[in-house]
């Protein structure tokens, strides 16, 4: 048992009942299951929608972690239409939502002939789902919904750093070919490899660097998260999380599910140095690496 987990053994202990409902609501939510619109989230709202209207490429990079995926995602609301795409068809909802972005992330196996048939795929799936949209919007005689051929007008391909320069000329082909807005996300040095292929370089229209979060929206986001779980938190544990997490959010959200675990283990704590400490001691990255080589 780590010292901070003897700390928490040794702490005032809730109820059984009360114990009962923190599994209850640690099994029906995670970190970050709430959207915060960051200051970079909204620099990335705007090159999207930039790229939507003058159709052109944006190139986004940054990081591993700084939260690109994290702000695509919401961006596309992939939440509602990802469960309602599937191998077995398209599912319609009862809200019938009209999609107007598509995010893919390509397979690590994926070949420039299976991008060409996902993408396909994945447009017409969207297409069906908001003729769905307007079908329903006309039966209940709500406000008609305006569906074009090219209702999705903007592509969002993520991890675009393992592709192979062919995979991207497709990419560059559906651009070509579909009129659509196409953001591409990869890591810092992915960049200068893009800048290289001249045809798809000259369709970037933005090259946008994503940061990794601010030192006051770190401090805010892990106030709400442990306002959330319901955990007193003290100064110094901010502190340490603010300085340690750099703000990346794959960090930060691994060190939150590691206090949703010992939540869900022993109850309300107090969230303290070392409990964010010992969270950050327990990643695989290359100083835990040589610590853990050294007492070996």
Not at 9 to 38: D, G
Not at 204 to 214: D, K, M, P, T
Not at 272 to 291: C, H, M, W, Y
Request: aromatic share 8%.
């Amino acid at each position: 048992m780590s010292k901070s987990e003897r700390g928490l053994e040794a702490s005032h202990a809730t109820s059984p009942t009360e114990q009962r409902s923190m599994r209850e609501r640690s099994q029906l939510e995670i970190p970050f299951s709430s959207f915060v619109p960051t200051k970079e989230y909204r620099r990335f709202v705007q090159v999207c929608e930039a790229s939507r209207r003058y159709r052109y490429m944006v190139v986004c990079v940054g990081e591993r972690g700084v939260g690109k995926t994290w702000a695509a995602r919401q961006y596309a609301q992939w939440d509602v239409f990802e469960p309602l795409l599937s191998a077995h068809g398209v599912a319609f909802s009862a809200e019938s939502p009209v999609p107007r972005t598509a995010f893919y992330t390509p397979r690590a196996t994926a070949t420039p002939k299976s991008i060409e048939q996902d993408l396909a795929l994945l447009l017409w799936g969207l297409q069906m789902i908001a003729d769905h949209a307007s079908t329903v919007a006309q039966e209940t005689g709500t406000t008609p919904v305006a569906i074009r051929p090219d209702v999705v007008d903007v592509l969002i391909v993520d991890e675009v750093d393992g592709l192979s320069q062919a995979s991207l000329e497709v990419l560059r082909d559906v651009f070509d070919r579909s009129h659509l807005g196409l953001v591409l996300l990869g890591r810092s040095g992915s960049a200068e490899r893009l800048q290289k292929m001249s045809a798809l370089a000259s369709r970037v229209g933005v090259l946008h660097a994503f940061g990794a979060l601010g030192k006051q929206d770190t401090r805010k986001l892990l106030e709400q998260q442990v306002q959330r779980l319901r955990l007193p938190v003290e100064e110094e544990a901010v502190d340490v999380f603010v300085q340690k997490t750099q703000g990346n959010f794959q960090v930060m959200y691994l060190v939150l599910c590691h206090l949703d675990y010992l939540l869900d283990r022993h109850g309300v704590f107090t969230v303290t140095k070392d409990v964010v400490g010992e969270a950050i001691d327990r990643l695989l990255n290359q100083r835990n690496v040589q610590r853990l080589r050294g007492n070996t």
